[in-house]
């Protein structure tokens, strides 16, 4: 190979990895609870993850193509549903208005322009799922942000009462 193209590669392999760090610093940010992992052999995605009491579990990755991926687990369904009628998606896929208001069952929202899939999931016993496919990361962290603020209010509810 040419050096100024060695060179070009270099410079393009410094950028991405820059652009991966600030994308695990932005999704931190939005959800402050998740915690670096080691990546598994023949891996390459970002890994980071959460196992928080009363807050659920999961992890959030983010692929060789800087897309965003998220399973989170054991959420409560009003920390969910506040969130997801906060965010305000364009349409939902089964659900005839608010998502507060809708019963359990799986909800999604398919972005044409992105390609991302955003599923929730409003479970039978109170807790439900957040799953987050192929997301650009602003989009991701914007989910993720509005879940830690539902978490924030579902907590300051809670001591109130």
Known sequence: MQSALLQA?????????????????????????????????GCDDIRLEYDVEGR????????????????FGQIPNEVIAR??????????????????EAPPGTYVYECETSAAQFEFTLGRHGQGLV?????????A?????ALERAFDEHDADATRQ
């Not at 579990?57 to 998220?70: K, L, P, Q, T």
């Not at 799953?131 to 989009?139: E, N, Q, R, T």
């Open 131 to 139: 799953v987050i496919s192929f997301a650009h990361v602003p989009d």
């Open 83 to 100: 969130a997801v009628d906060e965010i305000r998606l364009p349409y939902l896929d089964y659900a005839d208005g608010p998502l507060s």
């Open 141 to 145: 962290a914007g989910v993720l942000d």
């Open 56 to 71: 659920g579990a999961g992890r959030v990755c983010v692929d060789d193509e800087g897309r965003a991926n998220v399973e």
């Open 9 to 41: 590669i270099g410079t393009w392999e410094q950028h991405w990895h820059e652009t991966q760090a600030a994308a695990v610093t932005t999704l931190k940010t939005a959800f402050p609870h998740l915690d670096d992992c080691p990546r598994y052999v």
